[in-house]
Protein backbone atom coordinates (compact mmCIF):
# COMPACT_ATOMS: atom_id res chain seq x y z
CA UNK A 1 0.00 0.00 0.00
CA UNK A 2 1.26 3.31 -0.66
CA UNK A 3 1.08 6.91 0.75
CA UNK A 4 -2.11 7.78 -1.47
CA UNK A 5 -4.35 4.73 -0.69
CA UNK A 6 -5.14 6.06 2.56
CA UNK A 7 -6.75 9.48 3.57
CA UNK A 8 -4.66 12.28 4.97
CA UNK A 9 -4.84 11.91 9.19
CA UNK A 10 -5.65 8.46 8.90
CA UNK A 11 -2.90 7.03 11.04
CA UNK A 12 0.49 5.37 10.14
CA UNK A 13 1.41 5.02 6.63
CA UNK A 14 3.11 1.99 4.58
CA UNK A 15 5.56 3.92 2.36
CA UNK A 16 6.54 2.13 -0.98
CA UNK A 17 9.68 1.78 -2.11
CA UNK A 18 9.47 4.08 -5.12
CA UNK A 19 8.60 6.68 -3.27
CA UNK A 20 10.69 9.50 -3.89
CA UNK A 21 12.15 11.78 -0.94
CA UNK A 22 10.35 14.60 -1.93
CA UNK A 23 7.68 13.14 -1.64
CA UNK A 24 8.49 11.72 1.74
CA UNK A 25 9.20 15.56 2.93
CA UNK A 26 5.94 16.42 0.89
CA UNK A 27 3.78 13.71 3.17
CA UNK A 28 5.73 15.13 6.23
CA UNK A 29 5.57 18.95 6.01
CA UNK A 30 1.55 17.53 5.33
CA UNK A 31 1.55 15.62 8.30
CA UNK A 32 3.21 18.43 10.45
CA UNK A 33 0.70 21.13 9.04
CA UNK A 34 -2.13 18.79 9.97
CA UNK A 35 -0.90 18.11 13.64
CA UNK A 36 -0.30 22.16 14.19
CA UNK A 37 -3.83 22.76 13.23
CA UNK A 38 -5.27 19.77 15.27
CA UNK A 39 -3.04 21.40 18.25
CA UNK A 40 -4.75 24.85 17.59
CA UNK A 41 -7.73 23.94 17.42
CA UNK A 42 -7.44 21.89 20.88
CA UNK A 43 -5.79 24.61 22.68
CA UNK A 44 -9.07 26.97 21.24
CA UNK A 45 -11.01 24.81 22.59
CA UNK A 46 -9.52 25.22 25.95
CA UNK A 47 -9.35 28.22 25.82
CA UNK A 48 -12.97 28.82 25.35
CA UNK A 49 -13.90 26.45 28.10
CA UNK A 50 -11.37 28.23 30.31
CA UNK A 51 -13.07 32.00 29.05
CA UNK A 52 -16.51 30.39 30.23
CA UNK A 53 -14.88 29.74 33.37
CA UNK A 54 -13.12 33.24 34.12
CA UNK A 55 -16.56 34.76 32.91
CA UNK A 56 -18.60 33.53 35.25
CA UNK A 57 -15.64 33.80 37.78
CA UNK A 58 -15.63 37.56 37.36
CA UNK A 59 -19.44 37.97 37.30
CA UNK A 60 -19.29 36.75 40.92
CA UNK A 61 -16.66 38.52 42.01
CA UNK A 62 -18.38 41.94 40.27
CA UNK A 63 -21.74 40.97 42.58
CA UNK A 64 -19.33 40.74 45.91
CA UNK A 65 -17.71 43.63 44.85
CA UNK A 66 -21.49 45.45 44.53
CA UNK A 67 -22.46 43.82 47.87
CA UNK A 68 -19.04 44.56 49.55
CA UNK A 69 -19.89 48.77 48.33
CA UNK A 70 -23.40 48.12 49.87
CA UNK A 71 -22.10 46.77 53.00
CA UNK A 72 -19.11 49.76 53.64
CA UNK A 73 -22.12 51.84 52.76
CA UNK A 74 -24.45 50.67 55.69
CA UNK A 75 -21.86 49.85 58.03
CA UNK A 76 -20.63 53.81 57.21
CA UNK A 77 -24.30 55.20 57.70
CA UNK A 78 -24.44 53.11 60.78
CA UNK A 79 -21.54 54.67 61.93
CA UNK A 80 -22.66 58.27 61.26
CA UNK A 81 -25.84 57.30 63.48
CA UNK A 82 -23.90 55.96 66.29
CA UNK A 83 -21.49 58.99 66.05
CA UNK A 84 -24.91 61.18 65.76
CA UNK A 85 -26.11 60.53 69.79
CA UNK A 86 -22.17 62.22 71.10
CA UNK A 87 -22.23 64.85 68.44
CA UNK A 88 -23.99 66.99 65.78
CA UNK A 89 -24.99 64.74 62.97
CA UNK A 90 -22.66 67.25 60.39
CA UNK A 91 -19.56 66.46 62.49
CA UNK A 92 -20.49 62.55 62.57
CA UNK A 93 -20.63 62.69 58.69
CA UNK A 94 -17.85 64.19 58.31
CA UNK A 95 -15.55 61.69 60.15
CA UNK A 96 -16.60 59.09 58.44
CA UNK A 97 -15.75 60.96 54.95
CA UNK A 98 -12.36 61.27 56.23
CA UNK A 99 -12.03 57.80 57.79
CA UNK A 100 -13.00 56.40 53.81
CA UNK A 101 -10.98 59.45 52.34
CA UNK A 102 -8.07 58.04 54.37
CA UNK A 103 -8.57 54.23 53.37
CA UNK A 104 -8.53 55.45 49.18
CA UNK A 105 -5.37 57.38 49.53
CA UNK A 106 -3.50 54.52 50.95
CA UNK A 107 -5.24 51.76 48.58
CA UNK A 108 -4.10 54.02 46.40
CA UNK A 109 -0.79 54.95 47.09
CA UNK A 110 -0.45 50.94 47.68
CA UNK A 111 -1.80 49.57 44.05
CA UNK A 112 -0.09 52.97 42.29
CA UNK A 113 3.15 51.14 43.61
CA UNK A 114 2.24 47.39 42.85
CA UNK A 115 1.38 48.56 39.50
CA UNK A 116 4.64 50.50 38.82
CA UNK A 117 6.66 46.85 39.63
CA UNK A 118 4.57 45.06 36.77
CA UNK A 119 6.66 44.53 33.92
CA UNK A 120 4.46 44.10 30.28
CA UNK A 121 7.36 42.48 29.01
CA UNK A 122 7.34 38.66 28.93
CA UNK A 123 10.83 37.99 29.08
CA UNK A 124 10.25 34.45 29.21
CA UNK A 125 8.55 34.29 26.10
CA UNK A 126 11.36 36.38 24.34
CA UNK A 127 13.75 34.25 25.41
CA UNK A 128 12.62 31.10 24.72
CA UNK A 129 11.81 32.98 20.99
CA UNK A 130 15.18 34.12 20.85
CA UNK A 131 16.50 30.59 21.32
CA UNK A 132 13.86 28.66 18.97
CA UNK A 133 15.33 31.11 15.98
CA UNK A 134 18.71 30.03 16.91
CA UNK A 135 17.78 26.22 16.87
CA UNK A 136 15.93 27.18 13.24
CA UNK A 137 19.14 28.78 12.28
CA UNK A 138 21.63 26.15 13.16
CA UNK A 139 18.86 23.37 11.67
CA UNK A 140 19.29 25.29 7.94
CA UNK A 141 23.29 25.24 8.39
Known amino acids: MTVGD ?3 GSG ?4 SVDESVGEL ?3 LTSDLGQLTRQELALAKAEL ?3 AKK ?5 GMLGGAAFAGWMAALFVSLTAMWALDKVMDLIWAALIVAVVWA ?3 VVLAAKGRKELQEVNPKPDQTVESLKEDAKWLKTQKS
Open 54 to 58: AGKGA
Open 6 to 8: RPP
Open 12 to 15: MHRL
Open 48 to 50: QVE
Open 25 to 27: VSQ
Open 102 to 104: VVA
